[in-house]
């Protein structure tokens, strides 16, 4: 019986090493600040009252557009985001799985995802984005530099809508600290300004990030 159970464990330990065992993969946006760059970027953030939310209209940050080839943003997206994604000549998902971290669920149906703008579009233009040139909104809409698109489960996603992080925020907390380093860095290279009680909330986001 020991020998059995030592055998096991060690296939265990192979496993675990060789990622048999390892968890999904983790959508991940590019350029993540640190803690300490994310600090620097918030304490630089202009605090303004938003203005013109009655003029908001999606149409006016056209996407998705084409990124390479067949595929546009979403698809992208999908794929950066997901585990073994495989994907038909016109570039949609037709199998992979993808980990959503704002609820820590995994699914494997591009269409139970969203890809989320991390700083809601009507957010933007409450915080300065209707004053860009519509060339401009559709560079934000589609931006895949910034940590500004992540796939995550749909029903979370259209639960957040435009909310910023005073009132929403992942429902997994340890989630929390990426999610602040992530709007903080949008809205710094984008130069949108933020609520009092949104700089409140993501510096007591960032305030858990070890």
Known sequence: ????????????????ATGLL????????????SKAT?????????????????TYDRDLFPHWITISGTCN???????????????SSACAATSGSWYSPYDGAT??????????????????????????????RQSFANDLTRPQLIA??????????????STWQPSVTSYRCTYARMWIAVKYYWGLTLQSSEKTALQ?????CS
């Open 73 to 87: 943003t979403r698809e992208t997206v999908l794929k950066r985001d997901g585990s073994n994604v495989v994907v």
């Open 1 to 16: 019986m020991r020998t059995v159970t030592r055998a096991l464990a060690t296939l265990a330990t192979v496993a675990i």
């Open 204 to 208: 007591t986001m960032l305030n858990t």
């Open 38 to 54: 994310a600090q620097t970027e918030l304490n630089s953030l202009t605090v303004a009252a938003e203005a013109n939310a009655g």
């Open 22 to 33: 390892a968890s999904p993969a983790q959508a991940t946006p590019p350029n993540i600040p």
């Open 107 to 136: 699914w494997t149906a591009a269409s139970d995802l969203d890809i989320d703008h991390v700083v809601p579009l009507a957010e933007a233009w409450r915080s300065g984005a209707s004053a860009w040139t519509t060339s401009k």
């Open 152 to 165: 995550v489960t749909d029903n979370v996603n259209q639960s957040k809508s435009d909310q910023d992080p």
